[in-house]
Protein backbone atom coordinates (compact mmCIF):
# COMPACT_ATOMS: atom_id res chain seq x y z
CA UNK A 1 0.00 0.00 0.00
CA UNK A 2 1.72 3.60 -0.55
CA UNK A 3 1.51 5.56 2.69
CA UNK A 4 3.68 8.95 3.96
CA UNK A 5 6.42 7.74 5.80
CA UNK A 6 9.20 9.92 7.79
CA UNK A 7 12.13 8.38 9.76
CA UNK A 8 13.54 11.83 10.93
CA UNK A 9 12.94 15.34 12.10
CA UNK A 10 12.45 18.11 10.54
CA UNK A 11 10.41 20.39 7.86
CA UNK A 12 7.52 18.94 5.51
CA UNK A 13 10.26 17.62 3.17
CA UNK A 14 11.11 14.46 5.59
CA UNK A 15 7.88 13.44 4.28
CA UNK A 16 8.03 10.70 1.46
CA UNK A 17 5.33 8.40 -0.12
CA UNK A 18 6.32 4.91 -0.23
CA UNK A 19 5.39 1.19 -0.72
CA UNK A 20 5.10 -0.65 2.38
CA UNK A 21 2.85 -3.87 4.25
CA UNK A 22 -0.62 -3.41 4.25
CA UNK A 23 -1.23 -4.19 8.19
CA UNK A 24 -3.46 -6.47 9.57
CA UNK A 25 -6.27 -6.42 12.45
CA UNK A 26 -5.30 -7.17 15.87
CA UNK A 27 -7.86 -9.01 17.92
CA UNK A 28 -9.87 -5.46 19.03
CA UNK A 29 -8.90 -3.39 15.83
CA UNK A 30 -10.24 -3.19 12.36
CA UNK A 31 -8.56 -2.64 8.75
CA UNK A 32 -10.34 0.81 7.60
CA UNK A 33 -9.74 1.49 3.49
CA UNK A 34 -8.62 5.23 4.26
CA UNK A 35 -10.78 7.52 2.09
CA UNK A 36 -9.27 10.82 3.69
CA UNK A 37 -7.36 12.21 6.80
CA UNK A 38 -6.93 15.77 7.62
CA UNK A 39 -3.62 18.37 9.06
CA UNK A 40 -3.73 18.87 12.63
CA UNK A 41 -1.68 20.65 14.59
CA UNK A 42 -0.38 17.67 16.46
CA UNK A 43 1.04 16.42 13.64
CA UNK A 44 2.82 19.10 12.07
CA UNK A 45 4.67 19.00 15.99
CA UNK A 46 5.86 15.28 15.38
CA UNK A 47 7.00 16.33 11.93
CA UNK A 48 8.87 19.15 13.29
CA UNK A 49 10.06 17.23 16.84
CA UNK A 50 10.07 20.80 18.65
CA UNK A 51 9.49 20.99 21.99
CA UNK A 52 10.39 18.73 25.22
CA UNK A 53 6.64 17.38 25.41
CA UNK A 54 6.61 16.43 21.49
CA UNK A 55 9.89 14.50 22.02
CA UNK A 56 8.85 12.77 24.92
CA UNK A 57 5.68 11.57 23.08
CA UNK A 58 7.21 11.15 19.74
CA UNK A 59 10.50 9.32 20.37
CA UNK A 60 13.17 11.15 22.26
CA UNK A 61 16.13 11.12 18.51
CA UNK A 62 13.56 10.02 16.15
CA UNK A 63 9.94 9.58 15.37
CA UNK A 64 8.55 6.57 17.06
CA UNK A 65 5.30 6.48 14.80
CA UNK A 66 6.90 6.62 10.99
CA UNK A 67 3.43 7.13 9.25
CA UNK A 68 1.48 10.65 10.90
CA UNK A 69 -2.63 11.32 10.35
CA UNK A 70 -4.88 11.22 13.43
CA UNK A 71 -8.39 12.13 11.58
CA UNK A 72 -9.51 9.35 9.58
CA UNK A 73 -12.78 8.66 7.67
CA UNK A 74 -12.87 5.42 5.73
CA UNK A 75 -14.54 1.81 4.50
CA UNK A 76 -13.82 -1.11 6.85
CA UNK A 77 -12.42 -3.79 5.07
CA UNK A 78 -11.82 -6.67 7.61
CA UNK A 79 -12.18 -7.13 11.30
CA UNK A 80 -10.65 -8.15 14.56
CA UNK A 81 -12.14 -11.35 16.16
CA UNK A 82 -13.38 -9.23 19.22
CA UNK A 83 -14.94 -6.37 17.01
CA UNK A 84 -18.62 -5.79 18.12
CA UNK A 85 -19.57 -2.64 16.96
CA UNK A 86 -18.86 -3.07 13.29
CA UNK A 87 -18.58 -5.07 10.21
CA UNK A 88 -17.11 -5.01 6.85
CA UNK A 89 -18.09 -2.18 4.58
CA UNK A 90 -19.09 0.45 7.50
CA UNK A 91 -18.06 3.69 6.69
CA UNK A 92 -16.37 5.13 9.61
CA UNK A 93 -14.57 7.91 11.16
CA UNK A 94 -12.35 9.15 14.16
CA UNK A 95 -9.20 10.16 15.98
CA UNK A 96 -6.39 6.86 16.24
CA UNK A 97 -3.86 9.43 17.28
CA UNK A 98 -4.37 7.49 20.91
CA UNK A 99 -3.44 4.27 18.72
CA UNK A 100 -0.25 5.33 17.29
CA UNK A 101 -1.75 7.55 14.00
CA UNK A 102 -1.24 5.80 10.40
CA UNK A 103 -4.15 7.52 8.72
CA UNK A 104 -1.77 8.79 5.99
CA UNK A 105 -1.71 5.87 4.47
CA UNK A 106 -4.06 3.65 1.75
CA UNK A 107 -4.80 1.61 4.78
CA UNK A 108 -4.96 1.54 8.58
CA UNK A 109 -5.93 -0.65 11.16
CA UNK A 110 -7.60 0.74 14.54
CA UNK A 111 -9.15 0.01 18.08
CA UNK A 112 -13.00 0.12 17.75
CA UNK A 113 -13.32 2.50 20.75
CA UNK A 114 -11.78 5.23 18.90
CA UNK A 115 -14.13 5.23 15.47
CA UNK A 116 -17.80 5.91 15.00
CA UNK A 117 -20.39 5.05 12.46
CA UNK A 118 -20.30 7.88 9.73
CA UNK A 119 -23.52 10.02 9.12
CA UNK A 120 -24.37 8.80 5.88
CA UNK A 121 -25.06 12.76 5.48
CA UNK A 122 -21.88 13.72 5.77
CA UNK A 123 -18.91 13.27 3.29
CA UNK A 124 -16.13 11.62 3.86
CA UNK A 125 -13.93 14.71 3.90
CA UNK A 126 -16.29 16.22 6.50
CA UNK A 127 -15.79 13.11 8.51
CA UNK A 128 -11.75 13.61 8.14
CA UNK A 129 -12.43 16.99 9.09
CA UNK A 130 -14.19 16.49 12.43
CA UNK A 131 -12.54 13.97 14.76
CA UNK A 132 -9.99 15.89 16.50
CA UNK A 133 -10.90 19.32 16.58
CA UNK A 134 -14.67 18.79 17.31
CA UNK A 135 -14.21 16.86 20.41
CA UNK A 136 -11.10 19.06 21.46
CA UNK A 137 -14.27 22.05 20.72
CA UNK A 138 -16.81 20.26 22.62
CA UNK A 139 -14.85 18.90 25.16
CA UNK A 140 -12.87 22.57 25.69
CA UNK A 141 -16.41 24.48 26.13
CA UNK A 142 -17.65 21.62 29.31
CA UNK A 143 -14.57 22.11 31.25
CA UNK A 144 -14.46 22.18 34.98
CA UNK A 145 -18.83 23.45 34.11
CA UNK A 146 -20.33 24.16 30.82
CA UNK A 147 -20.55 26.91 28.91
CA UNK A 148 -24.34 27.89 29.48
CA UNK A 149 -26.36 30.29 27.14
CA UNK A 150 -26.18 33.92 27.63
CA UNK A 151 -22.79 33.63 28.52
CA UNK A 152 -19.73 35.07 26.55
CA UNK A 153 -17.30 32.96 25.57
CA UNK A 154 -13.79 34.41 23.72
CA UNK A 155 -12.08 31.69 21.33
CA UNK A 156 -8.14 32.60 20.94
CA UNK A 157 -7.09 31.25 17.51
CA UNK A 158 -10.23 30.39 15.98
CA UNK A 159 -9.48 30.35 12.75
CA UNK A 160 -8.16 27.20 12.79
CA UNK A 161 -9.78 23.41 12.94
CA UNK A 162 -10.89 23.85 16.89
CA UNK A 163 -12.37 27.49 16.32
CA UNK A 164 -15.14 27.42 13.84
CA UNK A 165 -16.53 23.93 15.68
CA UNK A 166 -16.43 25.67 19.11
CA UNK A 167 -17.93 28.56 17.89
CA UNK A 168 -20.96 26.89 15.82
CA UNK A 169 -22.10 25.14 18.84
CA UNK A 170 -21.45 28.19 21.48
CA UNK A 171 -23.69 30.15 18.94
CA UNK A 172 -26.56 26.90 19.07
CA UNK A 173 -26.86 27.16 22.74
CA UNK A 174 -26.99 30.86 23.12
CA UNK A 175 -23.63 32.22 23.72
CA UNK A 176 -22.22 35.43 22.42
CA UNK A 177 -18.77 34.64 21.18
CA UNK A 178 -15.76 36.82 20.59
CA UNK A 179 -12.81 35.22 18.03
CA UNK A 180 -9.14 36.35 17.91
CA UNK A 181 -7.38 35.40 15.36
CA UNK A 182 -5.88 36.95 12.32
CA UNK A 183 -7.85 39.90 10.16
CA UNK A 184 -7.82 37.32 6.99
CA UNK A 185 -10.05 34.84 8.73
CA UNK A 186 -12.67 37.34 9.90
CA UNK A 187 -14.88 37.06 6.90
CA UNK A 188 -15.49 33.12 7.59
CA UNK A 189 -15.91 33.36 11.25
CA UNK A 190 -18.06 36.40 10.93
CA UNK A 191 -20.74 33.84 8.32
CA UNK A 192 -20.57 31.18 11.31
CA UNK A 193 -21.78 33.68 13.40
CA UNK A 194 -18.93 35.74 15.61
CA UNK A 195 -20.28 38.61 17.56
CA UNK A 196 -16.91 40.18 17.61
CA UNK A 197 -13.96 39.54 16.00
CA UNK A 198 -10.35 40.37 17.14
CA UNK A 199 -7.04 40.44 15.36
CA UNK A 200 -4.23 38.76 18.12
CA UNK A 201 -1.11 40.91 15.48
CA UNK A 202 -3.15 43.98 16.72
CA UNK A 203 -4.48 43.51 19.97
CA UNK A 204 -3.65 41.54 23.38
CA UNK A 205 -7.51 40.32 24.72
CA UNK A 206 -6.66 40.24 28.45
CA UNK A 207 -5.43 43.69 28.19
CA UNK A 208 -8.45 45.06 26.60
CA UNK A 209 -10.23 45.68 30.08
CA UNK A 210 -12.97 42.96 29.00
CA UNK A 211 -13.80 40.32 30.66
CA UNK A 212 -14.88 37.00 29.90
CA UNK A 213 -17.56 33.82 31.32
CA UNK A 214 -15.22 31.59 29.50
CA UNK A 215 -12.17 31.62 27.48
CA UNK A 216 -10.87 28.56 25.25
CA UNK A 217 -7.58 29.24 24.29
CA UNK A 218 -6.31 27.48 21.09
CA UNK A 219 -2.83 28.91 21.28
CA UNK A 220 -2.27 30.05 25.23
CA UNK A 221 1.18 31.71 25.61
CA UNK A 222 0.40 34.33 28.30
CA UNK A 223 0.30 34.62 31.89
CA UNK A 224 -2.07 33.15 34.68
CA UNK A 225 -1.88 37.01 35.66
CA UNK A 226 -2.78 37.83 32.13
CA UNK A 227 -6.00 35.15 31.97
CA UNK A 228 -7.27 36.23 34.98
CA UNK A 229 -7.72 39.54 34.92
CA UNK A 230 -9.47 39.14 31.59
CA UNK A 231 -12.04 36.18 33.50
CA UNK A 232 -15.23 37.79 34.92
CA UNK A 233 -15.18 36.69 38.99
CA UNK A 234 -17.09 33.43 38.43
CA UNK A 235 -14.98 32.47 34.84
CA UNK A 236 -13.52 29.77 33.14
CA UNK A 237 -10.03 29.31 31.48
CA UNK A 238 -9.20 26.49 29.12
CA UNK A 239 -6.32 25.57 27.88
CA UNK A 240 -6.55 23.30 24.53
CA UNK A 241 -2.96 24.24 23.25
CA UNK A 242 0.04 25.97 23.03
CA UNK A 243 3.12 26.54 24.91
CA UNK A 244 1.87 24.07 27.66
CA UNK A 245 5.46 23.65 29.51
CA UNK A 246 5.37 27.32 30.72
CA UNK A 247 1.53 27.22 31.81
CA UNK A 248 1.95 24.13 33.55
CA UNK A 249 5.03 25.26 35.17
CA UNK A 250 2.54 28.51 36.42
CA UNK A 251 -0.47 26.31 37.32
CA UNK A 252 1.76 24.55 40.05
CA UNK A 253 3.80 27.83 41.39
CA UNK A 254 1.82 31.19 40.94
CA UNK A 255 -1.83 29.82 40.05
CA UNK A 256 -3.06 28.29 43.83
CA UNK A 257 -1.77 31.59 45.47
CA UNK A 258 -3.38 33.86 42.66
CA UNK A 259 -6.30 31.98 42.00
CA UNK A 260 -6.59 31.18 46.49
CA UNK A 261 -9.65 33.55 47.36
CA UNK A 262 -11.49 33.73 43.65
CA UNK A 263 -14.12 31.59 42.03
CA UNK A 264 -11.96 31.83 38.62
CA UNK A 265 -10.97 28.89 37.51
CA UNK A 266 -8.08 28.22 34.90
CA UNK A 267 -6.80 24.66 33.65
CA UNK A 268 -5.47 22.66 30.62
CA UNK A 269 -7.70 19.89 29.22
CA UNK A 270 -6.71 16.67 27.82
CA UNK A 271 -9.18 15.84 25.48
CA UNK A 272 -10.34 11.63 25.09
CA UNK A 273 -11.56 10.00 22.02
CA UNK A 274 -14.34 7.88 22.66
CA UNK A 275 -17.58 6.70 20.04
CA UNK A 276 -19.70 8.67 22.12
CA UNK A 277 -18.38 11.78 21.58
CA UNK A 278 -18.06 11.16 17.79
CA UNK A 279 -21.54 9.67 17.80
CA UNK A 280 -22.42 13.45 19.25
CA UNK A 281 -20.58 15.22 16.63
CA UNK A 282 -22.80 13.04 13.69
CA UNK A 283 -25.88 14.28 15.82
CA UNK A 284 -24.62 17.85 15.78
CA UNK A 285 -24.10 17.82 12.24
CA UNK A 286 -26.89 16.35 11.33
CA UNK A 287 -28.86 18.81 13.27
CA UNK A 288 -26.89 21.36 11.23
CA UNK A 289 -25.41 22.79 14.37
CA UNK A 290 -22.39 22.40 13.70
CA UNK A 291 -20.20 21.58 10.26
CA UNK A 292 -16.42 21.75 9.58
CA UNK A 293 -15.06 24.18 7.46
CA UNK A 294 -12.55 22.83 4.96
CA UNK A 295 -10.23 25.16 3.43
CA UNK A 296 -7.85 22.60 0.66
CA UNK A 297 -8.09 19.34 -0.14
CA UNK A 298 -4.45 17.74 -0.93
CA UNK A 299 -3.60 14.53 -2.30
CA UNK A 300 -1.92 12.14 -0.20
CA UNK A 301 0.85 12.31 -2.95
CA UNK A 302 1.13 16.06 -2.29
CA UNK A 303 0.66 15.98 2.11
CA UNK A 304 4.03 17.63 2.49
CA UNK A 305 2.27 19.78 0.29
CA UNK A 306 -0.40 20.28 2.77
CA UNK A 307 1.73 20.96 5.53
CA UNK A 308 3.71 23.36 3.94
CA UNK A 309 0.51 25.32 3.09
CA UNK A 310 -0.71 24.52 6.85
CA UNK A 311 2.82 26.10 8.20
CA UNK A 312 2.11 29.27 5.83
CA UNK A 313 -0.92 30.35 8.44
CA UNK A 314 -2.84 31.77 6.00
CA UNK A 315 -5.17 28.28 5.84
CA UNK A 316 -8.75 29.18 7.56
CA UNK A 317 -10.74 25.71 9.01
CA UNK A 318 -9.28 22.16 7.83
CA UNK A 319 -6.93 21.05 5.13
CA UNK A 320 -7.95 17.30 4.02
CA UNK A 321 -5.85 15.04 2.69
CA UNK A 322 -7.63 12.64 0.16
CA UNK A 323 -6.27 9.16 -0.03
CA UNK A 324 -8.87 6.39 -1.64
CA UNK A 325 -11.33 8.08 -2.80
CA UNK A 326 -12.78 6.12 -5.26
CA UNK A 327 -13.30 4.02 -1.97
CA UNK A 328 -16.10 6.65 -1.12
CA UNK A 329 -18.31 6.58 -3.85
N1 LIG B 1 -5.35 19.36 24.92
C1 LIG B 1 -5.32 18.24 24.22
O1 LIG B 1 -5.68 17.15 24.67
C2 LIG B 1 -4.85 18.33 22.78
C3 LIG B 1 -4.85 17.19 21.94
C4 LIG B 1 -4.50 17.37 20.60
C5 LIG B 1 -4.12 18.63 20.12
N2 LIG B 1 -4.10 19.69 21.00
C6 LIG B 1 -3.77 21.04 20.59
O2 LIG B 1 -4.99 21.67 20.24
C7 LIG B 1 -4.74 22.71 19.29
C8 LIG B 1 -5.64 22.43 18.09
O3 LIG B 1 -6.05 23.61 17.59
P1 LIG B 1 -6.48 23.80 16.08
O4 LIG B 1 -6.69 22.51 15.41
O5 LIG B 1 -7.58 24.79 16.03
O6 LIG B 1 -5.12 24.47 15.56
P2 LIG B 1 -4.89 25.23 14.18
O7 LIG B 1 -5.74 24.62 13.13
O8 LIG B 1 -3.44 25.31 14.00
O9 LIG B 1 -5.50 26.72 14.43
C9 LIG B 1 -4.88 27.59 15.33
C10 LIG B 1 -5.33 29.00 14.95
O10 LIG B 1 -4.72 29.91 15.89
C11 LIG B 1 -4.16 31.00 15.17
N3 LIG B 1 -3.06 31.59 15.93
C12 LIG B 1 -1.74 31.34 15.82
N4 LIG B 1 -1.05 32.10 16.73
C13 LIG B 1 -1.98 32.85 17.40
C14 LIG B 1 -1.92 33.81 18.45
N5 LIG B 1 -0.76 34.17 18.99
N6 LIG B 1 -3.06 34.37 18.89
C15 LIG B 1 -4.25 34.01 18.36
N7 LIG B 1 -4.39 33.10 17.34
C16 LIG B 1 -3.27 32.52 16.89
C17 LIG B 1 -3.69 30.36 13.88
O11 LIG B 1 -3.53 31.36 12.93
P3 LIG B 1 -2.17 31.47 12.10
O12 LIG B 1 -2.65 31.15 10.78
O13 LIG B 1 -1.81 32.86 12.32
O14 LIG B 1 -1.16 30.49 12.60
C18 LIG B 1 -4.86 29.42 13.56
O15 LIG B 1 -5.88 30.10 12.89
C19 LIG B 1 -3.27 22.61 18.92
O16 LIG B 1 -2.52 23.55 19.63
C20 LIG B 1 -2.90 21.19 19.37
O17 LIG B 1 -1.56 21.03 19.71
C21 LIG B 1 -4.47 19.56 22.28
Known amino acids: MKAIVYTKYGSPDVLQLKEVDKPTPKENEVLIKVVASSVNEWDNGLISGKGLLTRLLGGLFKPKNKILGADVAGVIEAVGANIKKFKSGDEVFGDI ?148 GWLIVQMMLIQPLLFKFSNKKLGIMGYRVNTEGLNELSSLFEEGKVSPVIDKSFPLAETANAFRYYEKGTFTGKIVIAINSNAGK
Open 97 to 244: AGAGFGAFAEYVCAPEKMLAKKSQKMSFEQAAALPQAGLLALQGLRYKKPLKAGQHLLINGAGGGVGPIALQYAKSIGATVTCVDREEKFEMLHSLGADELIDYSKTDYTKTGNQYDYILDVTACRSVGDYKRALKPDGVFVMIGGSM
